[in-house]
């Protein structure tokens, strides 16, 4: 019930050219990482409401199981620390072609708003195209709460009011990161 998803799924999609020393697995069951033939896995256990957006890859005996794009760059979002870190991410999601519904079907079974309105959010500053249906979504998702943009950096920024964020990481210098990994 595993699918390769976060970094690994994210360097297969061709959204970052950072390799991961791991490959990393999503599945709804509990499972000890485990290094076979010299190549480390690490199996990320998720309660089976998020489990979606699974595709297939590969040929015959060698298809598997591969989160897809819109649902990578969620889960990245959900549980940042398997991403690569925060520039490797930003940049995925600066090129990637996203589609509203699938972000929309996600982000309300990942159900993680600090996530809805970091993505929201980023679609409306690099003006990615096709997403303003999850962009009005996200919007309405929006609470009192501030959340930083990059959640594992320091508390400091300055405020978007009309996200709810604290911007950790300025708006130029993520639209620096987008540039330079577009």
Known sequence: NGAVAYWSALHIHGLTEQFPNTVFIQTTRRKKEKTILGTKYKFVTIP?????????????????????????????FDLQKYSGGFDVLTGAFAQAKLQSDKLIEYSAKVNNIAVTKRMGFLAELFEKPGLKQFIKYAQAKVNDKFNLIDSSGLEKGAFNLRWRLR???SENELKEIARVKS
């Open 48 to 76: 089976a409401r998020k489990r979606a957006g699974v595709m297939r890859l590969g040929y015959g005996n060698n298809k598997y199981a591969i989160t897809n794009v819109e649902k990578t760059i969620l889960d990245c």
């Open 167 to 169: 911007l950790n990481v």
